[in-house]
């Protein structure tokens, strides 16, 4: 069996990788499970929080970018989301090829029942951190995120 480490060009580089990974799971895993449990994907959820904050319309293509999904699991989510009649979509008057996600009822009042908690979740997730280490945490994610 090789030595990988012989390979490593940044090991320390590779100790944050793994620690963000491994963290990452857990923490979506914690947040994601309550919804879940009421037939809801994370995805599916973050799509409806992120239609909610908008004003309750986006472009699916919109969408996607934000979320930092590929079209087809955009287009998936939605479709399975506007089958359980959570969101309904459309074809943009201006722009023919793109598509409009719009919120419905009963999107907005899933939303209104699930999000008070999940917002204590995230309150309790990170209570381990003091404000400027959220900061800090936001600051170098979005850092990251750039470079990607």
């Known amino acids: 069996m090789p030595d990988l480490s012989a390979w490593l060009e940044d090991p320390l580089a590779h100790r944050a990788l793994d620690a963000l990974v491994r963290v990452e799971t857990r923490v979506t895993r914690r947040l994601a499970a309550e919804v879940e449990r009421r037939g809801l994907s994370a995805t599916g959820f973050s799509m409806l929080i992120l239609l909610a904050s908008a004003g309750g319309s986006l472009e699916l293509r919109t969408v996607r970018l934000r979320l930092g999904i590929s079209k087809a699991n955009a287009t998936e989510v939605a479709s399975t989301l506007a089958e359980h009649g959570l969101l309904e979509r459309e074809r943009s008057d201006r722009d023919r090829r793109a598509l409009l996600l719009h919120l419905t009822d009963s999107g907005d009042r899933l939303l209104a029942d699930l999000f008070p908690a999940?917002?204590?979740?995230?309150?309790?997730?990170?209570?381990?951190?003091?404000?400027?280490e959220k900061r800090q945490l936001a600051q170098l994610c979005r850092k990251l995120d750039r470079a990607a």
Do not use: C, I, N, P
């Open 118 to 132: 999940h917002a204590r979740r995230v309150r309790d997730t990170f209570t381990a951190l003091d404000e400027g």
